[in-house]
């Protein structure tokens, strides 16, 4: 569903309205809680200039929704909500992974040219080598989207490839959270008990999800543009660790390019542990 204003068009979609064909086990249904979490963050992350999908409204429901709040076993009666959000796209890397997967790639082509001919006009569609300059875009703002996350302290805390947007825009508020103080294994999500999203490695789970997007085109790729691909995977890092550094540099008012500027980010991170 779209909604046009001022020329843009937006999907629209209700989080804790029940099961769909992608409710696995899940009920499909949201808590009053979650929903507000939900709703102020996707909001507070557009004002602070970082992508994001927006929340357009709150409703609460008269329905019963039982959770287990930390995972320790305590499931407890809460109140329902759902949430109206809206993004340019809700398509994911896991969108074109299962479609890989199951082999099904003329319809995996189709989604690429129609998200690739609504979403990327730089790219031709008569262009040949159009996914692979997808696969660079999608690469490049990965890489600039996770770094604004460190620069707010932001720890998404479900970083798998079905919350990460194709669009590169922050998606699926969950049990997210924002660092108080430097912590580099700081982890919002109390089921994550081996760390795998602590903040300090979101930019390699970044990393990790863009490889699982190129296995995922590999099949519509040709032996050149694969080798192509691979190379603009490994410039990830580079890209992540340029547009952090210009980020922090920021804050901190410093100027120009020196040398220097890197080992004083880079100890002031340091210090802000000790505190």
Partial sequence: LYFCRHGERWELQLKGSGKTPYSRSGDGRAVLRSSVREFLCSEAMHYLGIPTSRAASLVVSDDDVWRDQFYNGNVTKERGAIVLRLAKSW?????????AHSGELDLQRKLLDFVIQEHFPSIAMNDS???????????????????????VGFAHGVCNTDN???????????????????????????????????????ANVGMFNLNKLLQALKPLLDPRQKQLASQILEEYGKYYYIRFTELFKGKLGLLGEDENDNYLIAFLLKVSLLF
Avoid: C, H
Wanted: no cysteine; aromatic share 16%; proline share 4%.
């Fill in 91 to 99: 398509f994911r890397i896991g969108s074109l992974e299962i479609l």
């Fill in 129 to 151: 080598n159009r996914y692979l300059e997808f696969f660079s875009t999608v690469v490049l703002e990965t890489a600039n989207l996770i770094a604004l996350w460190m620069s």
């Fill in 164 to 202: 990460f947007s194709l669009l590169s825009i922050t998606i699926d508020y969950g049990p997210f959270g924002f660092m108080d103080s430097y912590d580099p294994n700081f982890v919002p999500n109390t089921s994550d008990d081996e760390g795998r999203y602590k903040i300090g490695n979101q």
